[in-house]
T-cell receptor, first 115, second 115 residues
């Protein structure tokens, strides 16, 4: 069964540094999402992306965050100047574009640790 | 915005017994309600979903019920097994609109099956 893949699995970064989290969605999916999960808490929506533009973003997704689909397979989340509170597990998800909801498939996540 | 409440936060049941997890949502426009299972350190995995035009859906030992009037939905697991032990998240999503199908998650239920 095809899967969403994310790299790296764990990223440790100094506060103030830039990080890029990478995702390869399932190949025929066209809706892409980033979520985050702070340790022990619920999964929170960050941003949705379709047709090379952001469909919706949450309050968490401020000017420090950006997303990009640099080529036909990758989908990236960039945090420009990381803060301690950015430490979390970041999940990428993708779904098939069809009339009505289609299941979102999640990757294994990137654990981001800000020191 | 949407708010999803989930109860209980922890649940322990004897192997073979049934488990019920309940969620309520606030936005009456939400029309898609998936349930995800997350094992420790792993990705959320979709186990069942229901759309607002359906009141109940079953898949082997798992069932979900939806009450649109009361804005609540529940997950039922029958004949529980040790491998059912995990954290379960409910979620709600607004009507599909070109990739804007963000999921708002509940706070999770840690289910422990006692052998």
């Amino acid at each position: 069964e095809p899967e969403v893949t994310q790299t790296p699995s764990h990223q440790v970064t100094q506060m103030g540094q830039e990080v890029i989290l990478r995702c390869v969605p399932i190949s025929n999916h066209l809706y892409f999402y980033w979520y985050r999960q702070i340790l022990g808490q619920k999964v929170e929506f960050l941003v949705s992306f379709y047709n090379n533009e952001i469909s919706e973003k949450s309050e968490i997704f401020d000017d420090q965050f950006s997303v990009e689909r640099p080529d036909g397979s990758n989908f990236t989340l960039k945090i420009r100047s990381t803060k301690l509170e950015d430490s979390a597990m970041y999940f990428c998800a993708s779904s098939w574009p069809s009339g009505g909801h289609q299941p979102q498939h999640f990757g294994d996540g990137t654990r981001l640790s800000i020191l | 915005g949407e708010n999803v409440e989930q109860h209980p936060s922890t649940l322990s049941v004897q192997e073979g017994d049934s488990a019920v997890i309940k969620c309520t949502y606030s936005d009456s426009a939400s029309n898609y309600f998936p349930w995800y299972k997350q094992e420790l350190g792993k990705r959320p995995q979709l186990i069942i979903d229901i759309r607002s035009n359906v009141g109940e859906k079953k898949d082997q030992r798992i069932a979900v019920t939806l009450n649109k009037t009361a804005k609540h939905f529940s997950l039922h697991i029958t004949e529980t097994q040790p491998e059912d032990s995990a954290v379960y998240f409910c979620a709600a999503s607004p009507p599909s609109n070109f990739g804007n199908e963000k999921l708002t998650f509940g706070t999770g239920t840690r289910l422990t099956i006692i052998p």
